[in-house]
């Protein structure tokens, strides 16, 4: 989101439309996972994004009790912009396997996860708040003009369970 006045009104407004696209989504996603935190941070044009300028606290966990597909396994939202070169996407992990339809996306909850993004990126606290892919390196923000949900699931890295419990080590002849 780019906007010309962020300030605390704002983003609580933005929180608030990310809480319902959370609503909408959470009964797709294993209770192993949870929204944790919005994090705002202020991002210019080149250079690192340095510290939070805002860390606002949910711990709302998913709400299907069905066992999670694989760590890595991820569905993402496509942010199309005017410029193909300039989309950018979000990664949604820990779907449940219920979710998963021969290998694919249920078209379902791909439909019910679009409607929910577009009501969220929709969501617009002042005219001067809009959604937006942000480009480093001196290049302008472009506005984002639909979004996608292809029917194939992607590959969020570096994603794993953290704790390994157990390994196999076997040495190789060299």
């Known amino acids: 989101m780019l906007s010309a006045t962020l300030n605390a009104t704002t983003m609580g407004a933005l929180e608030a439309a990310f809480d319902t696209f959370w609503v909408s989504v959470q009964g797709y996603v294993s209770s192993e996972y949870r929204l ?28 299907s009790g069905n066992d999670p597909l694989p760590s890595q396994v991820a569905l993402a939202v496509t942010e199309r912009t005017f410029e193909r070169k300039r989309w950018g996407r979000f990664y949604l992990p820990g779907f449940h396997e219920g979710t998963n339809n021969g290998g694919r996306p249920s078209s379902t909850m791909r439909a019910d996860i679009a409607q929910a993004a577009q009501v969220m990126l929709n969501t617009r606290p002042s005219t001067d708040v809009k959604p937006v892919v942000h480009s480093r390196g001196g290049l302008p923000d472009t506005s984002v003009t639909e979004i996608r949900i292809d029917d194939i ?8 369970i953290e704790g390994v419990l157990s390994r196999e080590v076997l040495p190789v002849n060299p």
Request: aromatic share 12%.
């Open 36 to 63: 944790d935190q919005y994090r705002w941070y202020d991002v210019p044009a080149t250079g690192d994004m340095g510290a939070a300028i805002r860390v606002t606290e949910r711990d709302a966990p998913g709400t």
């Open 153 to 160: 699931w992607d590959i969020q890295r570096p994603r794993r």
